[in-house]
């Protein structure tokens, strides 16, 4: 099995190694870090339609806690309707609201070790952008 590498040159992105985070080891000094355990998560998710919308629910779980993420598509009345969109629309959605809820929960615990939140990011827009915004 092939051991993770990662590096940072942002301290403030990762929990500094030698505050006596585990986990982490130093390597050399260009903070190049080797990650010391591997850990496996299981990503379920659930697709189902309710009133005419279709849901998803994708969770997550560590082992040691569960997070959830939703997501729902709509059909416009007058598009043909083709269920396999409607799934991927609704459990795509589900898995980005996933994942902005794991890392506000990591923002958090960096928080809670003394590291800086990272500087924030305009949000990404698909599709057209209003040019009147």
Do not use: Q
Request: aromatic share 6%; net charge positive; charged share 30%.
């Amino acid at each position: 099995m092939r051991r993770a590498r990662w590096r940072s040159f942002r301290m403030s992105e990762c929990a500094r190694p030698d505050a006596g985070t585990t986990g982490v080891r130093r390597v050399t000094e260009k903070r190049r870090y080797v990650m010391t355990r591997t850990t496996e998560w299981t990503v379920r998710i659930v697709v189902f339609e309710e009133d005419g919308t279709t849901k998803a629910r994708a969770v997550l779980d560590t082992g040691s806690a569960k997070m959830t993420g939703r997501g729902a598509a709509h059909c416009n009345p007058e598009d043909v309707d083709i269920p396999e969109i409607g799934d991927e629309l609704a459990s795509g959605r589900a898995l980005k609201d996933l994942a902005a809820r794991l890392l506000r929960e990591a923002d958090r615990d960096l928080a809670g070790v003394g590291a800086p939140p990272p500087p924030a990011r305009r949000p990404t827009v698909y599709g057209w952008a209003d040019a009147s915004a």
